[in-house]
């Protein structure tokens, strides 16, 4: 534990990129994810395979992965 009255204690450690990048394929892949379940499928072809709800639960996927990435990235060894 750090301690912030303490002049001489390193000041604490910027979040990586990675975890921000994890927040934003989190949020869009949530959005996508319910879009594809509650919006109708457009009439293309494989359109019965629902591409969006794929999309959405891969994006999500990778948004959880970096998020731990980052926040494990940030955490120091004691």
């Known amino acids: 534990m ?9 000041p ?3 979040l990586p990129i990675w975890f921000f990048v994890g ?3 989190l949020v869009y ?3 996508i994810l319910v879009a594809g379940l509650v919006g109708d499928a457009r009439p ?8 969006a709800v794929w999309w959405g639960g891969i994006m999500l996927l ?3 992965i970096f998020l731990a990435i980052g ?4 955490r120091r060894p004691i």
Not at 71 to 74: A, H, L, M, Y
């Open 2 to 10: 750090t301690d912030n009255n303490n002049p001489t204690s390193p």
């Open 12 to 14: 604490p450690e910027p």
């Open 71 to 74: 926040w494990r990235g940030r």
């Open 23 to 25: 927040a934003i394929l």
């Open 44 to 51: 293309t072809k494989l359109a019965e395979l629902r591409p």
């Open 62 to 64: 990778a948004g959880g």
């Open 29 to 31: 892949g949530a959005i």
